[in-house]
């Protein structure tokens, strides 16, 4: 009776929770920020890892706005770092982040592993107007001049409504996951704090893609991001979550027959 549960548990989760490919960055290795990344567009911005020490260290775009950089683990120096995304295989970017001033944004790029200058992209804006946050999405954005493209709509999420990201400088995560609908179509979700946004973009997806970066400060501003990571994740057939949930009923069913006796 007491192994039963954890082993439907196990089967229950662990399915949804295989990776393909992780990659963590803490950026508290010198030169992790050059040595992982290659910059498509500065965009007047400063890109720089600090060297705080002590567990502090993270990546900032300071003083500029429109900068943008792909992950590549060989640097600026030739060839590309790719994942590959499937209706079975899902890629989920989780980071935190932080931001100093008003309307500084944070963006995640979805780019096309074939063109660079393609890509869909997942950007959050804090204290959009004033007190309020705002997730938008783009499916034509162009990663090599850290463009935005021309944002949709804001699929679930309310515009203008609190997240709990704050300013000053304190880390707060946002994540996006980037999967492919059974109509092959791309859909993007946002989550940034407290709020989830997700959307269906029109078009044929990605299959072949690369992970890339749009920070946007103003002049006086900073925003930072830490605790990267990147990784690809199976997704069960539905099928599947139809056995297991079968599973987990009988379970529970032998359980209440034996407390009964």
Excluded: W
């Excluded at 804006?125 to 850290?146: C, E, G, H, K, L």
């Excluded at 996951?177 to 989830?196: D, E, F, H, K, R």
């Amino acid at each position: 009776m007491k192994i039963l549960l954890p082993i439907c548990a196990g089967l229950l989760f662990g399915a949804s929770a295989l990776h393909a490919d992780s990659v963590p960055l803490d950026f508290e290795t010198a030169n992790q920020f050059t040595n992982s990344f290659r910059v498509l567009s500065a965009g007047g911005a400063t890109l720089t890892q600090t060297s705080n020490g002590g567990a502090n260290d993270y990546m900032q775009s300071a003083n500029g706005s429109g900068s943008s950089y792909v992950y590549d683990a060989n640097g600026a120096s030739a060839g590309i770092s790719s994942f590959t995304v499937s209706q079975s295989t899902s890629l989920t970017i989780s980071a935190d982040v932080s931001f100093t001033v008003s309307n500084n944004s944070f963006g995640i790029y979805i780019i096309n592993a074939a063109d660079e200058s393609q890509g869909y992209l997942a950007i959050f804006n804090v204290n959009f107007s004033s007190t309020s946050d705002q997730i938008r999405f783009s499916n034509n954005a162009v990663p090599t001049t850290a463009g935005a493209g021309s944002p949709l709509n804001n699929g679930s999420f309310a515009n203008n409504a609190d997240t709990g990201i704050g300013l000053l400088g304190a880390f707060n995560n946002i994540s996006l996951t980037y999967s492919i609908n059974g109509s092959n179509a791309p859909v993007l979700t946002m989550t940034a704090g407290s709020q989830t946004s997700s959307i269906t973009l029109s078009g044929t997806a990605f299959t072949d893609v690369e992970v890339g970066f749009r920070m946007s400060s103003t002049a006086s501003g900073i925003v930072g991001m830490d605790n990267l990571n990147i990784a690809t994740s199976a997704v069960p057939e539905p099928s599947t979550y139809a056995a297991l949930a079968g599973i987990a009923v009988l379970g529970l069913a032998t359980l209440r027959r034996r407390g009964n006796r």
